[in-house]
């Protein structure tokens, strides 16, 4: 399973980035704008360092609703580099461009996806990726990674090539599970990332093998 962080913010992008483990970003307008990104320029800016800082794919999303924003936009934002994948919503329009997108050569992540129907829809129009939002599925009271296990064996048993990128990550367990349910990237906060290293046995031990080494 790939790891991608789900962040525009650079200073956690560049921790993420130097543990080794990463392969790629994802963002969308509400982490562009907690990060204070305004403006057309600025967000192609952010949108270039952040490509400069990790090599892997970059999830840049579209902010148009209808067929003609869409493919402008994703234009402009494909053009920034080569690892740029286009992010698009998982509405009629967005299915028409992500098609247009497929047959263009411009690769797309087909987001808010919440029913595997929803998934079978983004594959057939040839998205990259799909992102099931697995935190906000078990917010609703309904089971997220269920809905990864449903769309991992569909895209399995129908031959699609769309890889499973869970996203909405909300802890440590999150990973874990979307792994053991094949997910084919998991785009995760940085303290769910970080999350994955803590155990107290590890920390008990550690601790006894330093005092032992004294003796050494
Ligand atoms: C990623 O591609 C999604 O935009 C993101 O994971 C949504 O996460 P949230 O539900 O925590 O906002």
Redesign the pocket.
Known sequence: MKFFI?TANLAQIKEANELGILDGV?T?P?LMAKEGIKGNDAVMAHYKTICEMVNGDI?AEVISTDFKGIVEEGKKLAAIHANIVVKVPMIKDGVKAIKWFTDNGIRTNC?LCFSAGQAILAAKAGAAYI?P?I??IDDSGWDGVQLIEQIVQIYSIQGYKTEVLA???RNPNHIVQCAQAGADVC?CPLDSILGLLKHPLTDIGLAKFLEDAKKM
């Open positions: 789900d994802t969308n509400s999830s987001t992102s939002f935190g906000r996203a909405s990550i785009t």
